[in-house]
């Protein structure tokens, strides 16, 4: 495909579509799994260069991943009205530079991780990397609806980032916290592409809402919903966390439920998204995750000062 020509954008514009193309919320989100694992590794304050080694690799690793996507996804971007304001289809930055900057992020992302934290960190970054781009991106995205439930496995990688890069080691506790973010995705975008259904069916991209009604949908996240709280309390026997994570994971689990539940009752009979209301759920989701993974860094500081 022969470049778009990039359109003429002052200095500032250029910076913020470079930024733009690293999608720094869902960065945001991917370290708020990754920090708290540090803790909860270290059962107690990691080192903080290690932190931050793991911060800086893990947010370089991330911005390329979806810096990459963005390149392969140009073409449906332009016209979905979520995304037509990104970058690449703006042309502020060419396909070409997108390219070159993504793939020189996952180059750099790996090597601050393999030097300064360590190889298996860094390996597992590149798996991640590696799964979301030729695996979600590439594959599973334009072909089948059940995408973001095998596709989102690379979104579940920065729990065992955050363990292996105290401990040098996988456990099961980590892979615990993998499988909460694993069961926790479907229910987050499948809120998110209820509000934009017409956008993915406008370019074809058989998300479960495109192709299911809003009822069926909110089903499968109450049953997803479900698994995710029970198996956010493993945690608890598997890894001896003390009294204050099971109970931040009970209460958070309980009213996630409750949303989802909502979310159902409001979608029984109906495809108006206006009475359905799906972005509740989605920031719900947001504000779950953030706050069961503080939880995972608070409890070992809590079991020391009152254990």
Request: charged share 15%; proline share 6%; net charge positive.
């Amino acid at each position: 495909m022969v470049d778009a020509p990039v359109g003429r954008a002052s200095a500032r514009d250029v910076v913020a579509a470079y930024v733009g193309l690293t999608k720094p919320r869902v960065i945001e989100l991917l370290l708020l799994t990754t920090v708290p694992v540090m803790f909860f590794a270290a059962r107690g304050v990691p080192p903080l260069g290690l932190v931050v080694a793991t911060v800086v690799g893990g947010t370089l690793s991330a911005g390329s991943a979806s810096a990459l996507n963005c390149v392969y996804d140009r073409d449906i971007d332009e016209q979905m009205r979520r995304t037509r304001r990104r970058a690449l289809p703006r042309h502020i930055v060419s396909p070409r530079a997108a390219l070159v900057f993504g793939l020189a992020l996952g180059v750099v992302s790996t090597v601050v991780l393999a030097v300064w934290v360590n190889w298996l960190s860094a390996g597992l970054s590149v798996a991640a990397n590696a799964f979301y781009v030729l695996v979600y991106t590439m594959v599973l995205k334009r072909r089948t609806a059940q995408n973001i439930v095998w596709g989102g496995l690379a979104g579940c990688f920065p729990a065992l980032i955050g363990w292996t890069a105290v401990t040098n080691e996988l456990a099961w506790a980590p892979v615990i916290l993998f499988l909460v973010v694993f069961f926790w995705t479907p229910p987050h975008t499948w809120a998110l592409a209820l509000r934009y259904r017409e956008d993915y069916r406008q370019v074809d991209v058989p998300m479960l809402p495109v192709i299911k009604p809003a009822a069926t949908v909110a089903t499968q996240i109450i049953a997803y919903s479900v698994v995710m709280v029970a198996t956010s309390l493993l945690l608890w026997p598997i890894a001896g966390t003390g009294w204050f994570y099971p109970l931040a994971a009970t209460v958070l689990g309980a009213v996630f439920l409750v949303e989802a539940v909502a979310l159902r009752r409001r979608a029984r009979g109906t495809e108006d998204l206006s009475e359905i209301r799906p972005m509740r759920l989605f920031h719900s989701s947001n504000l779950y995750l953030s706050l069961l993974f503080v939880a995972v860094a608070i409890d070992p500081l809590v079991q020391r000062s009152f254990g």
